[in-house]
């Protein structure tokens, strides 16, 4: 399996000061991430609101607390924002988590979305024919990635809550000319999708965003085949921090509040029955927070 790569921080366009972050170009490292993160600013830009602030994706903070539903809906809100700004032409992700041949496979507005942490492609291994589900597939660019790999006998699938990504991912879809592609809507604690009917789950910085990881994980184990596997890139806090901690490092839909500790993650799958389970920190994100890629079996 390939081994992933270190993500460095130095080349987020994103981040830094809640003033850099409004800037597209803007980079920072992680002391200028943590920073970034504590007041506001996030992994698509400057935290969600009604007003998009200029030259970024997002706006200001949403605040860290609530219920899943007003989490799920603070989520919603803030990526609905950057689908919208990134199909009107502002670049809101970090398009060089891809390498350039990647990048050449792409739609620019799929590049645009690109609001990931990592590269799921990189440790998932795909191979012609198979199934891949992609859970919260924004904009598009892994599935658009996964379908190249399982080729016109395999399937790529995405799931998305937001209308707004949806339709962005359709459109570049067409635009990609991919066929073999299909985008749901729904949740991913409750996957619309049959049991035993996906060989691969990838993710991209999506399952922190969750406000009921277990049925998360429960719904993966419920669609994967046996012998199906997860690569799944997403942020993961240092065990010692607790959840206290993290929500004052930053808010839920900055993708800090909700994530969870490499002990818990490990924990979490292999209560859902997976095997082989491993998470492998591969860059610095915050302060004591880092992008990681997840692995696991089901059995």
């Given at each position: 399996m390939?081994?992933?790569?270190?993500i460095?921080?130095?080349?987020?366009?994103?981040c830094?000061t809640t003033?850099?972050?409004?800037?597209?170009e803007?980079?920072?490292d992680?002391?200028a991430?943590t920073?970034?993160v504590?007041t506001?600013?996030?992994?698509c830009?400057?935290?969600?609101s009604?007003?998009?602030?200029a030259?970024?994706?997002?706006?200001?903070?949403?605040g860290t607390s609530g219920d899943?539903?007003?989490?799920?809906?603070q989520?919603?809100?803030r990526?609905?924002?950057?689908?919208?700004?990134?199909a009107?032409?502002?670049?809101c992700?970090?398009e060089?988590l891809?390498?350039?041949?990647?990048?050449?496979?792409l739609?620019?507005?799929?590049?645009?979305?690109?609001?990931?942490?990592?590269?799921?492609?990189r440790?998932?291994d795909?191979?012609?024919?198979?199934?891949?589900l992609?859970?919260g597939?924004?904009?598009?660019i892994?599935?658009?990635?996964?379908?190249?790999?399982?080729?016109p006998t395999?399937?790529?699938?995405?799931?998305?809550?937001?209308?707004e990504m949806?339709?962005?991912?359709?459109r570049?879809a067409?635009?990609?000319g991919?066929t073999n592609?299909?985008?749901?809507k729904?949740?991913i604690?409750?996957?619309?999708?049959p049991?035993?009917?996906i060989?691969?789950?990838i993710?991209?910085?999506?399952?922190?965003l969750s406000?009921?990881k277990?049925?998360?994980?429960?719904e993966?184990h419920?669609?994967?085949?046996p012998g199906?596997?997860?690569?799944?890139s997403d942020?993961?806090?240092e065990?010692h921090?607790?959840?206290?901690?993290?929500?004052?490092i930053?808010?839920?839909?900055?993708?800090?509040?909700?994530?969870l500790?490499?002990?818990?993650y490990?924990a979490?799958l292999?209560?859902a029955?997976?095997?082989?389970?491993?998470v492998?920190?591969?860059g610095a994100?915050?302060?004591?927070?880092h992008?990681a890629?997840?692995?696991a079996?089901?059995?």
């Amino acid at each position: 399996m390939t081994e992933p790569i270190t993500i460095s921080t130095s080349t987020n366009p994103c981040c830094g000061t809640t003033a850099a972050a409004e800037q597209a170009e803007a980079c920072c490292d992680p002391a200028a991430k943590t920073e970034a993160v504590t007041t506001g600013a996030t992994c698509c830009g400057p935290a969600a609101s009604t007003e998009p602030a200029a030259g970024g994706c997002c706006g200001t903070a949403t605040g860290t607390s609530g219920d899943g539903a007003s989490i799920r809906e603070q989520v919603r809100a803030r990526y609905a924002s950057a689908a919208t700004r990134a199909a009107e032409g502002d670049r809101c992700g970090n398009e060089e988590l891809y390498d350039g041949d990647e990048r050449g496979e792409l739609p620019e507005a799929a590049l645009r979305a690109s609001l990931g942490c990592g590269n799921p492609l990189r440790v998932a291994d795909l191979n012609p024919g198979e199934t891949v589900l992609d859970l919260g597939s924004g904009g598009g660019i892994d599935v658009l990635l996964s379908a190249r790999r399982v080729g016109p006998t395999g399937t790529a699938h995405g799931l998305d809550m937001t209308d707004e990504m949806l339709e962005l991912a359709r459109r570049n879809a067409a635009e990609a000319g991919a066929t073999n592609v299909e985008f749901h809507k729904g949740h991913i604690e409750d996957i619309p999708l049959p049991d035993a009917s996906i060989d691969v789950i990838i993710s991209n910085c999506v399952i922190n965003l969750s406000a009921d990881k277990p049925a998360v994980f429960a719904e993966m184990h419920r669609v994967l085949r046996p012998g199906g596997r997860i690569g799944i890139s997403d942020v993961v806090a240092e065990d010692h921090l607790t959840p206290q901690q993290r929500g004052v490092i930053g808010d839920w839909s900055a993708c800090i509040a909700g994530a969870l500790s490499r002990s818990e993650y490990i924990a979490g799958l292999t209560a859902a029955g997976f095997t082989d389970v491993s998470v492998e920190f591969t860059g610095a994100y915050a302060e004591s927070m880092h992008a990681a890629i997840v692995r696991a079996c089901r059995p």
